[in-house]
């Protein structure tokens, strides 16, 4: 089945030991997406991809970013997170002209 | 700009009975309208969409919304509750291409037995 992928589920990280989490998708969308979601709250837009084309939002720290090497494949990367970093970061994908995005399953950060 | 109200931040209802989750948008565009279900630490499935078609729309597992342009909402309902509905439901507002991406704040259905 055609599916957006996250790698890993759970992740544990150090205060201020970078750590990256990836994103696979085998639905050929030009679109890829980072939320970021803290507990009992809706998730918020980092950053998206349209094709190689990245795009920040205004409000995202500098301690993100992202890389997408090809179509399939994106990443984000968290240069020194913070005891606040800690959150559920999910991907999404779409077609550039659709609305509807395709959420993978997340991944959980945890930050000691 | 646009915006998403999701009217109640919980809502409980018996198995069995309806359910009406309340979301009004603001948009100053045509938009498209999806209603999202997440379950505990799981990502988000689509449950439905608007996108200018028909009014009423029909999704999984029984939901349905209707857009109703005068009220500006996207109520999403189901006849009757199932135990497995109980999750966290997103009202989300696009727009030219779905880049720019307005969550709502979030219903916490639960559903007594």
């Known amino acids: 089945d055609a599916m957006v992928i996250q790698n890993p589920r759970y992740q544990v990280t150090q205060f201020g030991k970078p750590v990256t989490l990836s994103c696979s998708q085998t639905?050929?969308?030009?679109?890829m997406y980072w939320y970021q979601q803290k507990s009992s709250q809706a998730p918020k837009l980092l950053f998206h991809?349209?094709?190689?084309?990245?795009?920040n939002e205004a409000d995202t720290p500098d301690n993100f970013q992202s890389r997408r090497p090809n179509t399939s494949f994106c990443f984000l990367d968290i240069r020194s997170p913070g005891l606040g970093d800690a959150a559920m970061y999910l991907c999404?994908?779409?077609?550039?002209?659709?609305?509807?995005?395709?959420f993978g399953p997340g991944t959980r950060l945890t930050v000691l | 700009a646009q915006s998403v109200t999701q009217l109640d931040s919980h809502v409980s209802v018996s198995e069995g009975t309806p359910v009406l989750l309340r979301c009004n948008y603001s948009?100053?565009?045509?938009?498209?309208l999806f209603w999202y279900v997440q379950h505990p630490n799981k990502g988000l499935q689509l449950l439905l969409k608007y996108t200018s078609a028909a009014t009423l729309v029909k999704g999984i597992n029984g939901f349905e919304a209707e857009f109703k342009k005068s009220e500006t909402s996207f109520h999403l309902t189901k006849p009757s509750a199932h135990m497995s509905d109980a999750a966290e439901y997103f009202c989300v507002v696009t727009h030219s291409g779905g880049f720019k991406t307005i969550f709502g704040a979030g219903t916490r259905l639960f559903v007594k037995a």
């Open positions: 639905l050929n969308h030009n679109v």
């Open positions: 999404a994908t779409s077609r550039a002209s659709e609305g509807e995005q395709f």
């Open positions: 991809y349209y094709d190689k084309d990245f795009n």
């Open positions: 948009s100053s565009y045509s938009p498209s």
